[in-house]
């Protein structure tokens, strides 16, 4: 009984965890360094993120500073960020990148909450299969009588409260972004 309680607990965590990083990589008005550490770009024959070939940070109010530590990646790092889904330019300046993020516009802001709801969701139907999972390991536990039925049903009522509670975190979670994407 606890071990499906268990591991519903350590999976919902994961799932969060996931979510968190996806959704800190979603451009918003405020200028984010996570939008821009994890770009792969082509260095010495492989793809490795921005964050391993120099530090990232912000110069409020809308721009991003990249310091390259290797100055022949320079090049390398601006193709990737000009290629990239962010639809920016990169200017350079010695080992520097500078990366203005201009005001979006209203129709961006409504394409951005679409997707953070659409990526929201799809975590919270993985949540769900981790609770059908757990439902069904309960299910075979009972059938084998390991469990009386009032533990099945005590046990499932709290599987449900713990997905009650991750699926409200996830919603906390998209009701911040969605308000970082409307400032």
């Known amino acids: 009984m606890e071990k499906q309680i268990e591991e519903i607990t350590k999976d919902g ?5 996931n979510l968190k990083r996806a959704l800190s990589g979603v451009r918003t008005s405020r200028p ?7 770009i792969k770009v082509e260095y010495y024959g492989g793809l ?7 530090t990232v940070g912000v110069h409020p109010p809308r721009e991003i500073d ?5 100055q022949s990646a320079i090049p390398s790092v601006v193709k990737a960020i000009e290629s990239s889904s962010l639809n920016l330019s990169a200017n350079v300046a010695g080992n520097s990148i500078k990366i203005f993020l201009p005001e979006l516009s ?20 993985q949540v ?3 609770r059908d999972e757990a439902n ?6 009972f059938d084998e009588g390991e469990v009386t039925e009032d533990q099945k049903f005590k046990t499932k009522e709290r599987i449900q409260k713990e ?13 911040a972004k969605i308000k970082e994407i409307e400032e």
């Open 136 to 141: 069904k390991s309960l299910e075979k536990s």
């Open 106 to 125: 209203e129709e961006r802001r409504n394409e951005l909450i679409k997707y953070v709801k659409k990526m929201t969701e799809e975590h919270k139907i």
């Open 13 to 17: 965590q994961e799932i969060l965890g």
């Open 32 to 38: 984010n360094t996570a939008l821009f550490e994890d």
């Open 48 to 54: 490795v993120p921005i964050k391993q070939l120099g």
């Open 128 to 130: 769900r299969h981790v």
């Open 66 to 70: 990249i310091q390259v530590w290797d």
């Open 163 to 175: 997905v009650d509670k991750i699926n409200g975190e996830i919603e906390k979670l998209l009701e």
